[in-house]
């Protein structure tokens, strides 16, 4: 039994966004907003793990990782960034392929015969850490060969896109552009409850009941004014308030044992996942 604080990466998994507890790292707890997300009709979907963006640990609630979404079509053209159908990497055994696009063959029998990689859908998400590991025995994944070749193709079409952009090409945010992500991660956030607005400035200080963050007098050195001490603690010095920027990166479960939660006629199409993200964030 091979279990991990986080899925590893090169694994193929289903994926599905959890908006009420996105919205709830949000301080946007009221009785409206958590009706308003609870009414979305959230999918699974199909997706490629690349790479985490941090190192997982287990006393974390969630760890960043760079997910590719995986398509059962050809990708939609964006000829505004050059982007052709055919910038696609089929999966074994997808036997819908010319000999340039030769399909990437997995460890173990991959489950749906209708599969790609499409190029340029990479996006960032948390992926919920849970304190009993995840079970990888039996997942199917890419071997390193395999992962190399993929990002080999796209080279070469990210190669084609840039030889055929004109010079006063101007890039702007395409349907499937990666979701922002902020690389300040708030650790409390990740680990814990977070005090409230209304919590008194004293209950955060290490020394008491002052309110003043080096009042202690234990060693007879400076000490600070309580409206200076008010000032750092709205500045957030402990990083105990919650960071808007990264709890906007979707918050989503992971299942490695795919086909226990997908059929082939089940897969949605990667444009339903950017769509569900970009609701999340209205």
Known sequence: MV????????????????????????????????????????????????????????????CRYRVSPIGTTLRPPDAAHGITSDMVVPIAPNKSHSDERRPVHPKSPFPYSNCYHWIQ????????????????????????????????????????????????????????????????????????TLPSESDDVSQRSPCGSSGDLFDCNQTGKSTMTAATSVSAAAMDVFGWDPDPATALIPLVDVWLDIEQHLKEHEIPSPLDLHEEIVQIKK
């Open 121 to 192: 859908t990479s996006t960032s998400v948390r992926v919920r850490v849970h304190e009993e590991g995840v079970e990888h025995d039996g997942a199917i994944r890419l071997s390193p060969a395999e992962h190399s070749a993929i990002k080999d193709r796209f080279s070469e079409d990210f190669t084609h896109i840039s030889s055929s952009r004109p010079r006063d090409f101007s890039p702007s945010a395409g349907p499937l552009q990666p979701a922002e992500a902020s690389s300040a991660i708030n650790r409390r956030l990740r680990t814990s």
């Open 3 to 62: 279990r991990a604080v986080a899925p590893l990466p090169f694994h193929y998994a289903v994926l599905r966004l959890d908006p009420e507890a996105m919205v709830k790292d949000l301080g946007l707890d009221d009785a409206a907003t958590l009706n308003e997300v609870r009414q979305m009709s959230v999918k699974k979907y199909l997706v490629y793990l690349d790479w985490p963006d941090e190192l997982p640990m287990a006393q974390v609630r969630w």
